[in-house]
């Protein structure tokens, strides 16, 4: 059944808003009337929320406050009731207006969210893993502090490459204007003088004029480059290349690795079967050429072989004796954290290598070029000025 927004009256005459679960507009309104509250406006709510406006950071702490009132004993109705008023977004405030309104109406609470498309499949397949085996304010927790992990990782990553980024992007435009707007106006200069250009400092007017001139058809091209790369190059090319680079690639293989090990504790650690978490868990590593060797693990594992023999064909043996021990002490979801934590170090190991060897190679670049836009510029003055001597 669809949801409804309504404004209606209250028998003090106040105005209060909300959302119900109806057939129809009319059988919304009698349900209201059922409810002793007097109808001004009903309509289907149809405003979609987007996955993006839910970050990690407030679904995080949305999580976190239902676990705490979860377990205080207080029904999923009330506490989802109680965090509707807390959060200070719009978006979450909807959903969270939504998910109480199937909950008043009979559904479970993983039922509920099923309802509501712009929350992650994995939150709500961890919420019915909670429900079945009665530990659901324990589950949230641990997807909150999964969330709060990727929040972590993702930020390490954007601050490690702000610094060089902007250097670049600035070095870029710096050479740009140089290139299109002030070599110009040496070269006019040079040639009221009637003189011919230096070589060096010709082949610096030529590229510069070339850019200007043809500024708009060169984005273009770049633009046309980038959609056809966008759109039409399968996933699996892009996938390959993201992990093809030194340092950055193994970055980011290690980061997916790191997320797809927490997934899987977190998975079977909330008592689902080993097998049914592999396979949700690999979708969260979204790289075709990874999940092609974690489909090979699933398989051995689904013809009887061990979880950790099975990693022997993908992961090293530092992996696979970490796993192996935490399937003979029973711990396997605690030691895959373990194995998280491991490949996260190893991707902030492998970016801050990255780093060290980019900065000094990135001033060597822009120092060689900039000096030789330098020297382009200067030898023409020079020569000006022993002219006009």
């Not at 009903?42 to 705490?68: E, G, Y």
């Not at 999964?146 to 929040?151: A, D, G, Q, T, V």
Request: hydrophobic residues 45%.
């Amino acid at each position: 059944m669809p949801l409804y927004e309504y404004y209606a009256y209250n028998r003090s005459g106040k105005l209060i808003t909300g959302l119900i679960d109806a057939r129809s507009n009319k059988n919304a309104y009698e349900k209201l009337k059922a409810n002793n509250l007097f109808p001004h406006k009903i309509s289907v709510d149809s405003k979609p929320v987007s996955k993006s406006a839910l970050t990690n950071d407030r679904l995080s702490f949305v999580l976190v406050q239902l676990a705490t009132l979860l377990k205080a004993g207080i029904p999923i109705d009330r506490a989802v009731d109680s965090v509707l008023g807390q959060t200070d977004s719009k978006d979450m405030s909807r959903v969270l207006a939504r998910i109480k309104t199937f909950i008043l109406e009979g559904k479970s609470f993983s039922g509920a969210m099923k309802e509501e498309k712009s929350l992650p499949p994995l939150l709500i397949k961890m919420a019915e893993a909670g429900e079945s085996v009665g530990n659901l304010e324990t589950i949230l927790e641990n997807y909150a502090l999964f969330l709060e992990k990727e929040s972590e990782s993702a930020k390490k990553m954007v601050s490690a490459l702000i610094y060089p980024t902007v250097v670049v992007c600035a070095s870029v435009l710096l050479i740009l204007f140089i290139l299109t707007y002030i070599t110009p106006i040496l070269s006019d200069i040079f040639n009221s003088f009637g003189r011919q250009l230096p070589f060096i400092s010709s082949i610096l007017v030529s590229f510069g004029t070339f850019l200007k001139n043809n500024f708009l058809i060169l984005f273009v091209v770049i633009a046309l480059a980038i959609f056809i790369f966008t759109k039409y190059v399968p996933k699996k090319v892009k996938d390959d290349l993201k992990i093809l680079f030194p340092y950055t690639g193994e970055a980011y293989k290690f980061m997916v690795y790191s997320r797809w090990a927490r997934t899987l504790g977190m998975l079977h650690g909330g008592g689902i079967p080993l097998l049914k978490s592999l396979e949700s868990a690999r979708k969260v590593t979204d790289n075709e050429s990874i999940e092609k060797d974690l489909v090979y693990v699933e398989g051995k594992v689904e013809k009887g072989e061990s979880f950790s023999k099975a990693l022997s064909i993908v992961f090293p043996p530092l992996i696979v004796n970490m796993v192996e021990t935490g399937q003979q002490t029973g711990e396997l979801a605690k030691m895959m954290n373990s194995v998280a934590d491991f490949y996260e170090k190893e991707a902030d190991r492998k970016i801050n290598i990255f780093l060290k060897l980019f900065e000094p190679a990135m001033i060597i670049a822009l120092g060689i070029t900039i000096g030789f836009i330098v020297v382009s510029v200067l030898l023409p003055i020079f020569e000006i000025n022993s002219i006009v001597k």
